[in-house]
Nanobody, 117 residues
């Protein structure tokens, strides 16, 4: 199983980025997909999640209205559209694939997002 994130980079405050996470080696459509981030010296936190079943989404309060998670099951890819970026969004962003039963989690290697003020 591989999850490969891409799309990170350096952007000015107020700018946008779209992260992608391409999955292989798993039945992608069965997995709940999510994005996490970890800033230096901080714990990894959930940014956005997207269920495999009803397609429901959930977001951290800090990104609501600015970030959108979506998936394309035909391409085995999950996306995170990030708008109105702020310096506090600077972090390494990771995607996660999760199966409820059996309980399985897969993580990508992360992609750096840096927002300059």
């Amino acid at each position: 199983v591989q999850l490969v994130e891409s799309g990170g980079g350096l952007v000015q405050s107020g700018g946008s980025l779209r992260l992608s996470c391409a999955a292989s080696g798993l039945a992608f459509s069965r997995y709940d997909m999510s994005w996490y981030r970890q800033a230096p010296g901080k714990e990894r936190e959930l940014v956005a999640g997207l269920s495999s079943g009803d397609g429901s989404t959930n977001y951290a309060d800090s990104v609501k209205g600015r970030f959108t998670i979506s998936r394309d099951n035909a391409k085995n890819t999950v996306y995170l559209q990030m708008n109105s970026l702020k310096p506090e969004d600077t972090a390494v962003y990771y995607c996660k694939a999760a199966l409820v039963w059996p309980r399985i989690n897969y993580w990508g290697q992360g992609t750096q997002v840096t927002v300059s003020s």
